[in-house]
């Protein structure tokens, strides 16, 4: 693991604290999901041999897997240790974030289409 990867793991942790309970669920999985992206790609679209995709995932699908590592019920060589990390509720936000993203590699996204998402999220235009 690089330190790229740790510091991004302490700064969303500090972010996940500071969040109120009552922010729209979709926000607070993009927020979460930045932690994700070294390995998974900017908003879950790496697609390579390497690396399961997880933009477009259907939510459910999403929510066992995570769910799956927490409990040791799935192998896993780091997805065990990373969601010991989240609760229901932030697995849930997750999942329905992810949904959302077009299943396509994140370096194909125009920086027009990323701002779109960013709206959307906002609730904005
Ligand atoms: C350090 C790299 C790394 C990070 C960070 C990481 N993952 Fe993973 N992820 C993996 C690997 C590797 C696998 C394959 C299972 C394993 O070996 O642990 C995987 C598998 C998955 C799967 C199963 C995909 C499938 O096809 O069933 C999901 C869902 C997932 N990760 C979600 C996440 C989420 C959500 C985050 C951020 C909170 C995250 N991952 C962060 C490396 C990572």
Redesign the pocket.
Known sequence: ?NHR?IYGFLAVSAMNSAMAENINPIAKGQA??W??A???GTNGQEFEES??P?AA?PAEQ?TK??LDFRQGDRP????DR?AKGFTDEEIKA?ASWFELQPKKQWVDTSLEEAQLSLDATRGQK
């Open positions: 693991m990867i979460m999901a932690q994700c070294p390995c998974h690396m399961p997880i995932m999403f897997a995570m896993a060589t780091i997805m990373v997750m």
